[in-house]
């Protein structure tokens, strides 16, 4: 199935703008049971599932009309970056009327210095922002899997709090779509540490497609990801914060040991990433409640509750802490 065709089986009546606009927010997300590497690359079909926390105080707010000529598209009021652009033309081109252009004007509320990808709440902002102006009224299921062709990790940031994107079975990835887990833990923080927030040396989409065509490793990585995800459901459950802690750290790991054994090999750590890992081991040791994960770059994001808060912050000054469920 191409994307066209799965977009014609998720909105089987596409209707006119029903208004002017269509403005949505979405929050960004950070993997604790990674997602790396994809079955299918065209609609972007994971290998494993995959279970997040979103963050509700940083996001994409995304406004999108439909126009007369050729897209135009700005991020934090300025005319987009090309490949940015480009990007997001290629994904509107899915539900572009005959002949029609968009204005999509993005404001993103994650700082660059978070070292934080955008391209989650981006893509998960701009169909919520579709489905207003389009009038579709597409169910929250429906949206993340329209979300998920425009970057895999889009399809978990449709929710707040704790999200699984389930894996599916189908080739037609119609059963390949995250759901929100109802579970609050209004102690838990999540601390980014900015290490480097220069591009990365290699997109995570090539990452993940090197990593599965050369890593003699990453056969037991899609195993290993779903029972991380069915692991990390039981401590999320019963908010044992060491337990999920422990697994999000293994399980960040496990990732980037396929990376590394990827040939060429992908390293998105610094020394200073690896320094600020021996730095939470010996928090750990003198009995602080931290754990870490990282995505595919240098930059750590910190697990912790908030009666550790400030040994956490004591460590590291620079730390800019959130609450999930503030
Ligand atoms: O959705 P993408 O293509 O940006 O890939 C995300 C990959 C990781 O951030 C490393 C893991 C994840 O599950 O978010």
């Known amino acids: 199935m191409t994307p066209h065709e799965f977009v014609r089986r998720l909105i089987p009546h596409r209707n006119a703008p029903q208004v002017q606009h269509g403005q949505a927010w979405a929050p960004v997300n950070i993997a604790l049971a990674k997602y790396w590497g994809k079955r299918d690359t065209a609609l972007n079909l994971p290998q494993n599932s995959s279970l997040s926390i979103s963050l509700p105080q940083l996001g994409t707010d995304t406004r999108v009309t439909l126009i007369e000529g050729a897209d135009r598209i700005t991020l934090n009021g300025q005319p987009a970056p090309q490949a940015f652009a480009q990007r997001l033309s290629r994904f509107l081109d899915l ?32 169909v919520k922002a579709l489905d207003q102006l389009f009038d579709w009224r597409l169910s929250a299921q429906k ?40 579970i609050q833990w209004p102690d838990l923080r999540i601390g980014l540490l900015e290490i480097d927030t220069g591009t990365k040396p290699i997109s995570s989409t090539a990452g993940m497609q090197q990593t599965v065509a050369t890593c003699p490793l990453y056969r037991a990585w899609p195993e290993f990801a779903e029972a991380s995800v069915q692991a990390q459901l039981a401590a999320i459950t019963a908010r044992d914060l060491p337990q999920l802690g422990d697994l999000a750290e293994h399980n960040a790991l496990t990732m980037h040991a396929t990376m590394i054994a990827t040939h060429p090999s992908v390293l998105y750590w610094t020394a200073d990433s690896v320094s600020a890992m021996q730095q ?32 956490v912050e004591a460590t590291f000054p620079t730390l800019k802490t959130l609450v999930p469920f503030g």
Do not use: C
């Not at 978070?114 to 391209?119: D, F, Y």
């Not at 389930?166 to 109802?182: V, W």
């Not at 009995?287 to 040994?311: I, S």
């Open 95 to 126: 539900f572009r009327p005959e002949g029609m252009g968009f204005a999509v004007e993005t404001h993103n509320s994650v700082p660059t210095a978070a070292g934080l990808a955008s391209s989650a709440s981006g893509f998960a902002a701009l």
């Open 143 to 182: 949206l993340s899997m329209l979300a998920r062709l425009g970057s895999g990790s889009a399809s978990r940031s449709l929710f707040n709090g704790f999200a699984l994107w389930h894996r599916g079975q189908q080739t037609d990835g119609l059963d390949s779509y995250a759901e929100p887990i109802d």
């Open 280 to 311: 939470i081991w010996a928090l750990r040791q003198q009995g602080v409640g931290v754990w870490f994960t990282m995505d595919a770059g240098p930059n750590l994001k910190l697990l912790f509750e908030k009666t550790d808060q400030r040994a």
